[in-house]
């Protein structure tokens, strides 16, 4: 048996989640409304990429962080990962609120409306510690755990009809906001926590073969097809044989299958392009996808005391204006990580070297 190649492709989903979502934030909030136009085909292309790009951010999520703890030798409550991971929804908690935080507000003895509903790194976050949960509880039965989250993530897409307007009375903002949009939430549990858990379960899958990457690329690609053309059909289907009128609802308003069949096609084609993926920024990139996703929302939304970007030109941008801008975000957001990671050491060191000689 050859040794497993490595997986760069993981990276480099990684990386191009982040950047689809630094231009998707850029444009839609920069954009003049006039160039809104859904029967222009660039605009149309544009909408339709970036509705796909949560659900690639919180798949690829639930798959590199499933992925990790499966890798480790010690399983269950004992895996390190285990604590890695609920370090990390800490983490994830307290930029998320951090950054929708004005602060000349609360001087002002009042805290922001944006601030108490969660937006996606309260959610990743969540998610996080969901799939420590279920990974915990499950871990005995091994590769089977992976049809938990298989199971769990096909609820969460099915029942999508019964919990879209769930409004939770008498529950504060802070926390109802976490459930469903219908509490007013950026970003909610429901369904986001289905794509995590969908991830998770690819984790399982994965990880028992990853030699032949080619064979895995186009079984993606095959079931990105079946989901985007073929699922809606097939639950019509259901509704005819089983009587429950709950599958129909769903495929009349199928955007979460087909947009899972989108995660998968450009799974499989990044898959396919492991070996040439190999050269470039995508590691360092998709490394630093928090740290992008704080510096992007400093310069975009103005973070702690909105000074930013939105608040001097929002809707106000022309189309070739607002993709050139893009593009000069995206290069300023990631260089001024990468430029962090590389130097911060070396000041250190050097800082550290003239305390030692005075």
């Given amino acids: 048996m050859g040794k497993p190649p490595r997986l760069y492709f993981i990276d480099a989903l990684r990386a191009f989640a982040i950047l689809m979502m630094l231009q998707g934030h850029f444009i839609s ?19 339709y990429c970036r509705g796909f790009t949560a659900p690639v951010f919180f798949t690829i999520t639930g798959w590199v962080f499933t992925f990790l703890l499966l890798r480790n030798k010690e399983q269950g409550w004992k895996n390190p990962r285990v604590k890695k991971g609920l370090k990390r929804t800490l983490e994830l908690l307290f930029w998320g609120y951090l950054l929708r935080l004005n602060l000349p507000m609360l001087f002002n003895g009042k805290i922001n409306n944006s601030f108490l509903y969660p937006d996606v790194l309260q959610i990743i976050g969540l998610s996080l510690s969901l799939t420590i949960l279920l990974y915990s509880c499950f871990h005995y039965i091994r590769r089977w755990a992976g049809l938990v989250f298989l199971i769990v993530g096909l609820i969460i897409f099915v029942t ?3 919990y879209v307007d769930l409004v939770l009375e008498g529950v504060p903002n802070y926390l109802a906001g976490y459930f469903s949009k219908a509490n007013k939430g950026v970003f909610y549990l429901l369904p ?6 969908i991830g998770s379960f690819i984790a399982y899958l994965f990880n028992s073969n990853t030699e032949q990457l080619w064979a895995w690329g186009l079984g993606f690609l095959a079931m990105g097809y079946w989901l985007v053309f073929k699922s809606s059909a097939f639950l019509i ?9 709950l599958f129909r609802k769903v495929a009349y308003n ?10 998968c096609f450009l799974f499989g084609c990044f898959i396919l392009a492991n070996d040439y993926l190999k050269k470039g920024l995508w590691t360092k990139i998709g490394s630093k996808t928090l740290e992008i996703y704080i510096v992007h929302y400093f310069i975009l939304y103005g973070s702690l005391f909105g000074l930013g970007l939105y608040k001097f030109f929002k809707y106000s941008w022309t189309f070739p204006q607002a993709i050139v801008g893009a593009l000069l975000f995206m290069v300023v957001c990631t260089a001024l990580v990468l430029l962090d990671a590389h130097y911060r050491p070396k000041l250190r060191t050097f800082l550290t070297e003239k305390q030692t000689k005075a």
């Fill in 160 to 162: 999508q009809p019964l």
């Fill in 192 to 197: 986001w926590f289905g794509y995590v858990c």
């Fill in 254 to 263: 199928n955007f979460l299958f087909i947009r899972l069949g989108d995660v």
């Fill in 237 to 245: 289907d259901l509704e005819f044989f089983t009587g429950i009128e």
């Fill in 29 to 47: 909030g920069l954009l003049n409304p006039v160039f809104k136009d859904p029967s222009n085909p660039i605009y149309s292309f544009w909408l």
